[in-house]
Nanobody
Framework: QVQLEESGGGLVQAGGSLRLSCAASGRSFSSYAMGWFRQGPRKEREFVARITRYGGTTDYADPVKGRFTISRDNAKNTVYLQMNSLKPDDTAVYYC?????????????????WGQGTQVTVSS
């Protein structure tokens, strides 16, 4: 199984950009579809983006479509989330997650491994 660790969060002004990274340790990273989720203050954890095992297909939640890009580098055991045109509503703890399936899903229940999360705060 993989262990996941996110990095790259921080404080940014509205309109700015951040790139989150999620480093996986352990073998068989490419066996997992990967997802990013977020949980804002007083909100449920919600789907942000997912990518298939070899990066051929991506999927985005409507609020981030066109602004966020998920990618992965299986040689580096890392998945990324490039976030542009950030808005205050994007403020949340962001989590990466690994699903032992080719495609993953938008449901948290599909993911068996989670990172500890990284805080993203967007000021207006």
């Amino acid at each position: 199984q993989v262990q996941l660790e996110e990095s790259g969060g921080g404080l940014v002004q509205a309109g700015g950009s951040l790139r989150l990274s999620c480093a996986a340790s352990g073998r068989s990273f490419s066996s997992y579809a990967m997802g990013w989720f977020r949980q804002g203050p007083r909100k449920e954890r919600e789907f942000v983006a997912r990518i298939t095992r070899y990066g051929g297909t991506t999927d985005y939640a409507d609020p981030v479509k066109g602004r966020f890009t998920i990618s992965r580098d299986n040689a580096k055991n890392t998945v990324y989330l490039q976030m542009n045109s950030l808005k205050p509503d994007d403020t949340a703890v962001y989590y990466c997650a690994a699903a032992p399936t080719p495609y993953g899903s938008r449901q948290t229940s599909s993911y068996e491994r989670w990172g500890q999360g990284t805080q993203v705060t967007v000021s207006s």
